[in-house]
């Protein structure tokens, strides 16, 4: 079989096709679901138990492990899904995906929802050009969809075309008296075979056909499998490539897995072969008739082996997430939206859930003040690409602050709804106020960071004096940041509420007395008139975010007052 260089560019179009499918699969999904998939998604992975029943279901359900597992990828991609979950969901996806060998095993057929994604891209082209965001947003993730399966299915058509040459590989026959060795060797081909076919139930349906044929045994029919097992988990992390690093972990973690199971196996190699050959030949009374009782052994032995490996590793989800943690760290720049002390439940007592809430608010206020840094940062960023980044970056925040406003916001109406004294009452009340007010100045950062947007798509700059005046303005905003922070800290100590509105007539004051320098340094031409609105825009922008950080501390001193 020849394999051109123009095939292989139809591979990397394949690829590149599958990876643009899920990119806009997973920010369509991001932009539409937002709370309601997420407790959905949550409701289902609840704990271990639930998210493995979840995997099975869905990959059963869809017949390709890939497919869950690209999706769980993207979910934790946009924040729909927690690593620890997603880990659950893996583990799921794997024993569901025994069901194809089964059908392949008993019918030969094997669904392909391929099929599906040419009407799929005809249902999501209208809603993408509707005028309404949410139905565009569906749109957007029907067709990533589409795409996804697409790039799935021409992966394997522009691949080396090795399910449809089963005869390319009887040179293996050379390779089955070595023993042991030969089990080890079954297994790197099979993983090969699978990473090069980018489907483990192409590769099974290749495997079944040897043994039937009597090309190989049982025995290393079976090492094919485990190392299609391992092979299967490249389609993630091929996912992960453009994702986040908490997608890129729930790949690694997908690979863990699969190669943990396989190691222990073949430590028990001979005795899990027996146990698998008494199921089929004593329990399920199925004799060696042609290939089908082989066929069937290879079934249940990938059934016996993704079973037991999740019944094994159930157990070890946190030791599984840590250690993918310190495999792929945290990025300094990269900023995940994840609430770090409120989970899906309340605590025993509204006082604990309110103290829980406190905690969240505290690094809500501490973000929002990194990013009115890296809008001073964006001032001085000369580099286009640099800018870009910053830019894109300050964006983010912009969004992961309105998300926690919402989640946080949910989560005190939740526990106001419990039995709770008039004070705690009066409490989640003002705690309610700051997140929207502390919300706001997140708002006022993007708005600062768009204008300087905007000043450096023209051709002027500001004068040294302006630059001069923008700090100054700036560093007394910051100020009045970290004099919130300090408030919005600590429940327990008095901190003197009066630098904040002290900070804040500065402000005041020093806003007006650029505001008619502004006049007259126009008039005397020393910059362009429309320099002097990005001028007043950014100076005015400020004030309006000092005034917000009044706010926060007037709603928290009268939730201390009322605690007291």
Not at 304 to 326: D, G, P, Q, R, Y
């Amino acid at each position: 079989m020849e394999y051109s260089f123009y095939d292989f560019l139809k591979l990397l179009g394949s690829l590149a096709l599958f990876l643009y499918g899920m990119k806009i699969m997973s920010e369509g999904l991001q932009k539409f679901a937002g709370d309601r998939l997420r407790s959905i998604l949550t409701a289902m992975t609840t704990n271990r138990v639930t998210g493995v029943l979840t995997g099975m279901l869905i990959t059963a359900l869809i017949q390709s492990s890939s497919a869950t597992t690209v999706m769980v990828v993207s979910f934790v991609n946009a924040g729909l899904l927690e690593l620890g979950q997603s880990i659950g969901v893996i583990m799921g996806a794997n024993i569901g995906t025994t069901v194809t060998a089964w059908i392949i095993s008993t019918l030969g057929f094997k669904v392909d929802i391929s099929a599906f994604s040419l009407p799929l891209l005809a249902l999501g082209i209208p809603l993408l050009f509707s005028q309404k965001s949410s139905r565009k947003s569906v749109g957007e993730f029907v067709i990533g969809f589409a795409f996804l399966f697409m790039g799935l299915n021409l992966l394997k058509t522009n691949a080396p075309d090795l399910s449809q040459n089963p005869d390319m590989l009887a040179f293996v026959q050379n390779y089955t008296d070595m023993g042991f060795a030969s089990v080890l060797l079954f297994v790197f081909i099979g993983t090969v075979l699978t990473m090069i076919v980018q489907a483990s139930a192409a590769t099974m349906a290749i495997t079944l056909i040897m043994c039937a044929n009597g090309w190989i045994s049982f025995e290393l029919g079976a090492a094919l499998v485990l190392g299609e097992n391992i092979g299967t988990t490249i389609t993630a992390n091929l996912a992960a490539l453009t994702a986040n690093t908490q997608a890129r972990r729930a790949a690694v973690a997908h690979f863990i897995f699969n190669v943990f199971g396989v190691i222990w196996v073949l430590a028990l190699f001979p005795p899990f072969l027996s146990m698998v050959e008494w199921i089929v030949s004593d329990f399920m009374n199925i004799t060696e008739a042609g290939g089908i009782g082989v066929s069937f052994k290879l079934s249940a032995f990938h059934t016996c082996f993704n079973i037991c490996n999740v019944l094994i590793l159930i157990w070890f989800v946190k030791l599984i997430e840590h250690t993918v943690c310190k495999i792929i760290p945290q990025k300094e720049q990269e900023e995940e939206y994840r609430l770090q002390f409120i989970s899906g439940g309340m605590l025993s007592t509204a006082e604990l859930s309110i103290l829980q809430a406190r905690k969240e608010i505290n690094l809500f206020a501490e973000r929002i003040q990194r990013m009115f840094r890296m809008v001073g940062d964006l001032l001085h960023t000369n580099n286009e690409n640099d800018f870009n980044k910053l830019f894109s970056r300050i964006e983010k925040y912009e969004n992961i602050s309105d998300n926690m406003e919402i989640e946080i916001a949910n989560y005190l109406n939740k526990v106001s709804e419990g039995r709770l004294s008039s004070e705690s009452k009066l409490q989640i009340r003002g705690m309610l106020r700051e997140v929207t007010e502390i919300e706001s100045i997140g708002d006022s950062c993007y708005n600062l960071a768009r204008t300087i947007n905007r000043k450096r798509r023209g051709s002027d700059d500001f004068t040294e004096e302006q630059y001069t005046h923008i700090h100054q303005m700036f560093k007394l905003t910051d100020d009045a940041l970290s004099q919130m922070i300090l408030q919005v800290e600590d429940m327990h100590h008095i901190v003197d509420v009066n630098k904040s509105f002290n900070i804040e007539t500065e402000i005041n004051n020093y806003r007006n007395q650029l505001k008619n320098q502004n006049v007259t340094d126009v008039n005397n031409k020393e910059y362009s008139y429309q320099m002097g609105v990005h001028y007043m825009d950014i100076i005015g922008e400020c004030e309006k975010l000092g005034d917000y950080v009044v706010n926060v501390v007037e709603a928290h001193t009268d939730v201390r007052e009322k605690k007291a």
